[in-house]
Structures are given as structure tokens and as C-alpha cells.
């Protein structure tokens, strides 16, 4: 996949896209990373990319030229791609669009500063993505999360392919809980059956917990879950105790 940023802060992206399993997918050729620099589409002394804002109103706003310049130039070479923005006005992010957005081929995004954009150059996104009810001081953060998510359900991405399967969100609970050595740390034993060999036990006790983590924890998630009358009705159980 090829996922490029235009920002004006490239070097932002520098650190996180060469550690761990982002660095790991570029290395193995599974992600092609290229943030640009959109000063490099302006034409003035200052390389500036904000202006003020018609019929006033504090602070500054990214405007249109470099913007349409530096899409126009990207998008002329190369497979055409999906064009993301970023503002708390976009669509909330999630594991399901994680999931589709790394069935594209390749992904621009586009990553404002100061109070945001041109309402102009939205028309060049396919989609506008919000990380979440609140404000960043820029959209870099918000494009290094969604490579982040995207990146690792690539095929070779993680070490282990099933660790994607079976994660949170990917069959609409939360992870069951999990445990490592010592089985036994300042009196917190971990269940038993989880030491019993027995993967049939296990495999239903890791069912039922996620049931249970998630009907206490996220509620909300409950409704609309894949789960059997029988595991509804203990969820809904889960959920009038803990109210
Ligand atoms: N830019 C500023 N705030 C943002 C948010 N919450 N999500 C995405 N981009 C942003």
C-alpha cells in the first residue's frame, strides 16, 4: 500500500513511520510512505499556506492554492488514489474503516493546521475523517493513527496473522482478558483454566469473558454484537448489575 501525507510539518512523520511494525512493513515492501511537504506548492517569500479568514474570526486558515496545486501534482503519476482529510468535522474513525481503507491501493491524506481549512478544498477528499470529538492542533496525529490501524491489518504486517483476527473490535466485543507469567503475582491468580491445556475450556471461557468485559465496559457495543440468545441474555445480565 502506498500512503502518503501532504503536511506542513513532514517531519513529524519521521519517527513513528520507522519504528516498530510501521517501520517493519516499509523495510518488508507492504507499505510505500512518502510525507510531503506542502510548502513545496508555494509560490511567495514566506512559503505560506494560512491566511486570514473572510468576514473575520480568530487565528488562520489553510487556503486553497498549494492545496489544489500539491493534490493536482500527486495525483498525476501513479495509481489513482483515495484523498483523505482530516478535521473534527469528518466522518468518527473506527475498526471498520480501518478494515476498508486498507482494501485502497493508495492512500493521500491530507493533514490541516491552525483552525482548519478552506471549506473549498474538501472538494477534493473522497472522505473527511474525525479522530474524535475534540480538537488537535493539527490533522498529522490523527494520520499517523489511521496509518497506524490500517498499516498493521495489511497481510504481513503483524508477526502473528491472527492476532488481527481476534483483537478487539474485530467481532464486535472487546479482547478477553489475557495473562502471562507469573501465574501467580501479589495474590492475582490467573484463571485456572487458562493453565488447563484444555483448548475447548479455554476457548469458551475467553467467549464468555469478552461477553462480559465488554456488556461492563462498553455497553453500548452490546446491541448491536454478533452473540447467541443465550450469551444476550447474560450480557444483558452484566449490564443491569454493573448500572
Ligand atoms: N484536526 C483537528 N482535530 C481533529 C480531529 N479530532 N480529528 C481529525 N483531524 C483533526
Not at 469528518?90 to 491501493?105: C, K, R
Not at 493539527?138 to 496509518?147: F, H, K, N, P, S
Not at 483476527?165 to 502471562?180: D, H, I, K, M, R
Amino acid at each position: 500500500m502506498i500512503v502518503e501525507t501532504l503536511s506542513v510539518f513532514p517531519e513529524m512523520f519521521e519517527q513513528v513511520m520507522a519504528t516498530s511494525i510501521l517501520g517493519r512493513a516499509r523495510k518488508k515492501g507492504i507499505l510505500d510512505f512518502r510525507a510531503h511537504d506542502l510548502r513545496d506548492w508555494t509560490h511567495d517569500r514566506h512559503r505560506s499556506t494560512d491566511d486570514e479568514i473572510y468576514g473575520g474570526g480568530a487565528g488562520l486558515l489553510m487556503c486553497c492554492p498549494p492545496i489544489f496545486e500539491a493534490i493536482d501534482d500527486i495525483t498525476s503519476t501513479g495509481p489513482a488514489p483515495h484523498v483523505i482529510f482530516f478535521t473534527p468535522t469528518g466522518q468518527p474513525f473506527d475498526q471498520d474503516m480501518a478494515l476498508e481503507l486498507s482494501g485502497y491501493e493508495r492512500l493521500v491524506m491530507v493533514c490541516g493546521r491552525y483552525e482548519g481549512f478552506d471549506e473549498r478544498v474538501y472538494t477534493l477528499a473522497d472522505r473527511c475523517i474525525s479522530l474524535g470529538d475534540y480538537v488537535l492542533t493539527g490533522g498529522e496525529l490523527a494520520a499517523m493513527v489511521v496509518t497506524d490501524a490500517v498499516v498493521r491489518l495489511l497481510p504481513g504486517a503483524l508477526g502473528d496473522e491472527n492476532s488481527a483476527v481476534e483483537e478487539s473490535f474485530a467481532e464486535g466485543l472487546l479482547e478477553f482478558p489475557q495473562y502471562t507469567r507469573p501465574a501467580s503475582y501479589r495474590g492475582m491468580e490467573v484463571p485456572e483454566v487458562l493453565l488447563s491445556g484444555n483448548h475447548g475450556a479455554i476457548a469458551q471461557w475467553r467467549r464468555r469473558a469478552a461477553i462480559e468485559k465488554t456488556a461492563r465496559l462498553r455497553p453500548d457495543m452490546i446491541d448491536t454484537a454478533p452473540l447467541a440468545d443465550e450469551e444476550r441474555a447474560y450480557a444483558d445480565t452484566i449490564r443491569a448489575d454493573s448500572d
